[in-house]
């Protein structure tokens, strides 16, 4: 559904859940890339019996997270439409300069659904891989990955 005030179009992107037992199967997967991905940060060898145990944890947290997963749905949409109003982030469509409405909304989608995996990521990892501040670095850093045309670089 989309209205046009003034110079904005209003577009309403409807998520749903299809299939709950499909997502219960991914749980499986992602509960398994978590642990394969933390581990290997850590330094705790895959199939070690702390990986192990690692993994059935964070399993037993992604099922329980899974009876939130429409709020997790819900934040994650309500994120990305602050972020896109703010002018935070922008939708890349490529060289399309007339997108339509369904673009925007899988592009959205998209958004939305890469949001909603990290706060599941974030919740499964409560109590099993959470540092303390004190095992943190006092500068966090990250580095992110650009395209070379995309971005001035100044001189230092």
Known sequence: MEKEYRSYVEIEVVSKIQNLEEIGTDVEE????HSKEACQMIGIPIGSEEFIEIYKEL???YKVSM???????????LTTKKL??????????GDNEDPSTEDVSKKIAEITH??????????????????SND???DEIKVTYLFEVDNIKREEY
Request: no cysteine.
């Open 30 to 33: 992602l509960s398994w890339d």
């Open 59 to 61: 399993n037993k947290n």
């Open 67 to 77: 009876e939130h997963i429409k709020f997790f749905m819900l934040t994650a949409m």
């Open 84 to 93: 896109l109003e703010n002018g935070l982030v922008t939708i890349p469509l």
């Open 114 to 131: 890469n949001l909603m995996s990290s706060y599941m990521w974030l919740v499964a990892g409560k109590d099993v891989l959470w540092p």
């Open 135 to 137: 095992d943190l670095a």
